[in-house]
C-alpha cells in the first residue's frame, strides 16, 4: 500500500492548506458594521448555522428577492448562508406562505405563525433621520409600516413600537436617506 | 486520431447524466417564487442522505427526506449507482476535457497488463480520503460545527447554479473543475466526495446479495474474460478489480459506481454486463469498429 | 489510483493554488458576496423641456367645482361630469389618456386608502367611450409587490374590466424617465418625471382624499407625488413646497378626486377611522379642490403648506367659491 501512503500525505498537506487558504478568505472581512438578519423563523443563530447548508434554494423561492447570500463581511462560518437584508425589499412573510421556509430541504427555517415573527426590531437613527435632525417633513417609514410600529409623535417624528414591529424591514427599505438608513431593523438579542 | 465506435452502454448513460443534469438546472430555475405544487424544486437536495443527517431525527422532517432514504435502500442493494448515473456534479466534472485523458490515451498504446502492473485498486472499501472527509464532517457536526456544506457535490453544484442565475462566481465550483482539468475527472468523486463515501459505505452491506436480488449489477462471467485489462484501464474510478477478479456472478466494489465503461471497453462478449434484477440489459460484446448494432448488445436473457 | 510521485504532487498542489487563487479573485468580483447595500437613487434619464409634458386641456368656458354626493360611485361620476359639462370639450377623440390613481396600499376599498376601484372603472368607461384611443390607468406605488397590491385594492381588476391598460412601479424599481427642470423652483428645481407622463396626451388626477401622517392630508396635489422617478426625494428636500412645484410642472386636465370615502386618522396606510361623505369631486384646479377637500376633515387651506405654496406658485385658487361651486346629488 505504499502508494496510498504517499497519497494520504499529499492529501492533508493539501487538505490543510487548502483549508487554511478557505478559512483565510473568509476571516478577510469587508469594512463590517453591517447587520445580519435572517428569514423569518430562523432568528435562533446558533441552530440555523449549524443546519443551513447554505445551498441557496430560500434565497431563490423568496416572493419579494429580500434574501442574499451572506458575504465575506460575516465571517466564513457564516459564509452564503441567507440573509435577510431590507435594503432588497420587505419580508411578506404574511403573503409568500413561507416559501423560504418551504424551500429549505433541512428544516433550519421554522415556521412560527404571522403574529409571533419578530425577525428584528427596527430603531431609529435621530442623527440621520432628516425629521429629527433636520425638522424636514418626513415620515415615510411611518407610511409603509404595516403593522402600526412606527408612531409620529407631536413634532411629526417618528418612533418605532418595538412591541409591535416583526421586523420586516419596510421602513429601512423605505427610509429616503441615503447610503446608510435613518432607520435599522437590528437583530433582537436573545433566541424566539 | 481515429474516432472511435463506442459502446451502447457509453451513450446511453451519457443520455442518462445529461438528461438529470438538465432536470437539476431546470429545478433550481424554477424554484422561484411560487413554490410549485408539481415539481418539488429542492428534490436532489432531498435525496442527498447528507442532507437527511444534517436535518436530523425530526418529525415530518424524516418524512420530508423519504428520497434520501429510498436512496440509501437502493444502494444498499445496488451500489453507489448515483454516483455513476444521477449525480450532476459528478457526470458534469467526467465530461470536462482533462488532462488524465491524454494521460490515458498515452497509455492505451500499452498492453493494459503492463499498464495495470503499476497500480492496483480492487475497489474494495479501504481508508481512502473521502471516507476521513466524511468521518471528520460528521464529528464536526456532531459537535456543532458544520462543514458539510463546503464539501456536498449536490450543495456546490445548486449552489453553483443559483449563483451563475445571480451573476455571481460559483467558486467551488471552480475549484472542482480545475481539479478534474489537472488531475483526472472523477477523481473528487472516487478519493474526496463525502457523498460518495456514504454511497460506498452504504452498499457495503449488500455486497454479498446475487445478481439477481439487485436492480443494478455488474456481472462478470470469468470463462468469457481473457484477462486483457481493458476494463480497468476504462474505469473512470481506477478500479483494477474488475479485470483481476477470477469471479463469475455480481461484483460488488464498493467504489465501483455501476457507470458501465468496462462492459463498455470490454472486447469479450457476455465477459461483462450490467444487469437488472439479473436479466441481461447491456453485455459486452466484440468492440470493433461496425461490428455491433445496438439490438445485437441490447439483449433481455434471464 | 495512480502512484503519485513528486512531480505530480506538485501538480496537484498548482492546481490547489490556481483554484484558490480564483477563490481570492472572484470575492473581489462585485457580486460575489459584496451585497448590494442602499444606493442613492438618481434622477437618471435624458433632459426633457416643460414644452415635452402635456399641457392640460383647456376647457371653455373655466370651470369651477362640481361636487356630487351620493352613494354609488359610478353613478356619481356620470352625474358629475355631466353636470360638469367638459367631458366633450375635452376633445378624447384619438387621444391617449393617462389616470393617476391611488394605488398605494394592499388595503381593501372600505379601508379608504387607495382610490375607489368602482370609480376608477367608471372613469376609464367614460373616457373611452368619449373616444380616448387609449387609457392608462398610473401609478408609483410605495411598494415591491404590485401585482398583489393591485389585486388587494381592487384597482388592478377593476381597470382591466374597463378596457384600460394598467401599468404600476414597484417602489424600487420605476420605469424610465426625463429629467424636466422646473421654472423658478427653490425645492425642486428639476425632477425626474416617469416616460408615461410624457407618452399620454391627457392627465387625469385621481388622488384618494385622506389623512396623511407626513404631510397632513393626502390630497390631490400630493398624488402628483407618484409621478416622479424618485419620490423619496420630495422628503429630502422641503415636502410642502416641493408638492406644489411638481404641480407647477405637469398640470392635469382634470381631477376626480374620490371622497366616497375618507381615512381620518393613521393615514396614508391605515387601518383608522373611516368617514363616509359621500362625495365625489371633479375640478381642473387642485389647489380649489384641495381647498374643498380638507375642509371634509374640519381643515382649512391655511393649515396645509402644499396648498398655501400651490396658490402663491399659481397652479390654483383656494378661493374655490368664487370659481363657482356646484352641488348636485347622484
Not at chain 1, 14 to 32: D, H, K, P, W
Not at chain 2, 135 to 163: K, T
Not at chain 2, 207 to 224: F, G, I, M, Q, W
Request: contains cysteine; proline residues 6%.
Amino acid at each position: 500500500m505504499r502508494d496510498l501512503r504517499i497519497g494520504r500525505r499529499d492529501f492533508l498537506a493539501l487538505g490543510v492548506t487548502g483549508a487554511a487558504v478557505f478559512l483565510a478568505y473568509g476571516l478577510r472581512r469587508g469594512e463590517g458594521g453591517a447587520v445580519l438578519l435572517r428569514p423569518p423563523g430562523a432568528q435562533d443563530e446558533n441552530a440555523f448555522v449549524t443546519r443551513c447548508l447554505r445551498c441557496q434554494e430560500c434565497v431563490r423561492s423568496c416572493l419579494t428577492d429580500c434574501l442574499e447570500p451572506a458575504a465575506r463581511e460575516f465571517g466564513t462560518t457564516k459564509l452564503w448562508t441567507p440573509r435577510f437584508n431590507p435594503a432588497l425589499a420587505k419580508c411578506e412573510f404574511e403573503l409568500c406562505d413561507r416559501a423560504c421556509a418551504q424551500a429549505c430541504p433541512v428544516g433550519a427555517i421554522r415556521r412560527p405563525p404571522d403574529d409571533e415573527v419578530r425577525i428584528g426590531t427596527a430603531a431609529v437613527n435621530r442623527a440621520l433621520c432628516i425629521a429629527w435632525a433636520d425638522g424636514k417633513d418626513c415620515l415615510v417609514c411611518y407610511e409603509r409600516c404595516s403593522y402600526q410600529a412606527i408612531e409620529s409623535d407631536s413634532r411629526g417624528r417618528p418612533r418605532v413600537v418595538p412591541e409591535k414591529c416583526t421586523g420586516c424591514g419596510a421602513c429601512q427599505n423605505t427610509c429616503v436617506t441615503c447610503p446608510y438608513p435613518a432607520i435599522v431593523v437590528y437583530p433582537t438579542t436573545g433566541k424566539d | 486520431m481515429k474516432a472511435r465506435r463506442r459502446h451502447a452502454v457509453h451513450w446511453i448513460r451519457r443520455v442518462v447524466q445529461l438528461a438529470f443534469i438538465a432536470l437539476f438546472i431546470l429545478m433550481a430555475w424554477a424554484a422561484t417564487y411560487p413554490p410549485s405544487t408539481t415539481l418539488d424544486e429542492n428534490l436532489f437536495l432531498r435525496v442527498d442522505p447528507l442532507a437527511g443527517i444534517v436535518a436530523g431525527w425530526e418529525s415530518g422532517l424524516w418524512l420530508y427526506l423519504l428520497p434520501a432514504w429510498i436512496l440509501l435502500g437502493l444502494t444498499l442493494v445496488s451500489g453507489r449507482f448515483f454516483c455513476g448515473w444521477i449525480c450532476p456534479l459528478g457526470s458534469g466534472l467526467e465530461m470536462v476535457p482533462s488532462l488524465e485523458n491524454r494521460r490515458r490515451r498515452k497509455l492505451s498504446r500499452l498492453r493494459p497488463k503492463d499498464v495495470l502492473s503499476r497500480t492496483i485498486d480492487r475497489g474494495d472499501l479501504r481508508l481512502r480520503l473521502k471516507y476521513v472527509f466524511l468521518g471528520v464532517l460528521l464529528l464536526l457536526f456532531l459537535v456543532g460545527i458544520n462543514a458539510i456544506w463546503i464539501f456536498d457535490p449536490l450543495v456546490i453544484a445548486n449552489r453553483a447554479v443559483v449563483f451563475v442565475f445571480m451573476g455571481t462566481v460559483p467558486v467551488l465550483l471552480i475549484v472542482l473543475v480545475v481539479l478534474a482539468v489537472v488531475v483526472g475527472p472523477r477523481f473528487w468523486c472516487q478519493e474526496m466526495c463525502p457523498l460518495g463515501a456514504c454511497l460506498s459505505l452504504a452498499s457495503m452491506p449488500g455486497s454479498r446479495l446475487p445478481a439477481k436480488a439487485s436492480p443494478l449489477a455488474l456481472v462478470k462471467d470469468n470463462e468469457a474474460c481473457t484477462h486483457c485489462g481493458k476494463c480497468a484501464l476504462a474505469c473512470p474510478f481506477g478500479i483494477t478489480e474488475v479485470a483481476d477478479s477470477e469471479k463469475t456472478g455480481r461484483l460488488a466494489m464498493a467504489d465501483c459506481a455501476l457507470c458501465g465503461e468496462c462492459v463498455s471497453e470490454c472486447p469479450e462478449r457476455g465477459a461483462l454486463s450490467l444487469r437488472v434484477m439479473g436479466a441481461r440489459v447491456l453485455g459486452s460484446g466484440r468492440a470493433r469498429e461496425g461490428q455491433k448494432t445496438l439490438e445485437e448488445v441490447v439483449a433481455c436473457e434471464t | 489510483m495512480q502512484q503519485m510521485d513528486r512531480r505530480k504532487f506538485l501538480g496537484k498542489a498548482g492546481s490547489v493554488a490556481v483554484g484558490l487563487g480564483a477563490l481570492y479573485l472572484a470575492s473581489t468580483i462585485p457580486g460575489c458576496g459584496n451585497n448590494a447595500s442602499d444606493t442613492c437613487p438618481v434622477d437618471e434619464g435624458p433632459g426633457a423641456t416643460a414644452e415635452e409634458i402635456p399641457s392640460p386641456v383647456q376647457t371653455a368656458p373655466p370651470s369651477g367645482l362640481v361636487v356630487v354626493k351620493g352613494a354609488d360611485p359610478a353613478m356619481m361620476l356620470r352625474k358629475g361630469l355631466e353636470v360638469w359639462g367638459g367631458l366633450t370639450a375635452l376633445n378624447l377623440a384619438g387621444k391617449k389618456v393617462l389616470i393617476k390613481v391611488n394605488a398605494a396600499f394592499a388595503r381593501p376599498p372600505e379601508d379608504a386608502t387607495t382610490t375607489n376601484p368602482e370609480l376608477v372603472a367608471e372613469a376609464v368607461r367614460q373616457f373611452l367611450a368619449a373616444g380616448a384611443s387609449k387609457v392608462t390607468v398610473f401609478d408609483h406605488i410605495l411598494q415591491d409587490l404590485v401585482d398583489q397590491t393591485l389585486e388587494a385594492n381592487g384597482i388592478g381588476q377593476a381597470a382591466k374590466g374597463a378596457g384600460a391598460e394598467v401599468v404600476v412601479y414597484a417602489v424600487r424599481k420605476p420605469g424610465q424617465s426625463r429629467t424636466v427642470q422646473i421654472p423658478g423652483a427653490t425645492a425642486l428645481p428639476s425632477a425626474g418625471i416617469l416616460e408615461e407622463i410624457f407618452q399620454a396626451d391627457v392627465i387625469i388626477n385621481m388622488p384618494k382624499i385622506k389623512h396623511h401622517g407626513g404631510a397632513k392630508l393626502s390630497l390631490a396635489m400630493k398624488n402628483f407625488i407618484g409621478i416622479t422617478q424618485n419620490m423619496g426625494n420630495f422628503h429630502n428636500i422641503e415636502l410642502h413646497r416641493a408638492i406644489a412645484e411638481i404641480n407647477t410642472a405637469v398640470r392635469p386636465s382634470l381631477v376626480i378626486a374620490d371622497a366616497t370615502s375618507i381615512l381620518l386618522d393613521h393615514g396614508p396606510g391605515g387601518p383608522g377611522n373611516v368617514a363616509k361623505p359621500g362625495q365625489v369631486i371633479i375640478a381642473t384646479d387642485p389647489v380649489a379642490a384641495d381647498s374643498y377637500a380638507c375642509g371634509l376633515f374640519g381643515m382649512a387651506p391655511a393649515n396645509i403648506g402644499y396648498i398655501v405654496y400651490g396658490e402663491q406658485l399659481g397652479v390654483g385658487t383656494t378661493d374655490f367659491n368664487s370659481l363657482g361651486l356646484k352641488e348636485v346629488s347622484a
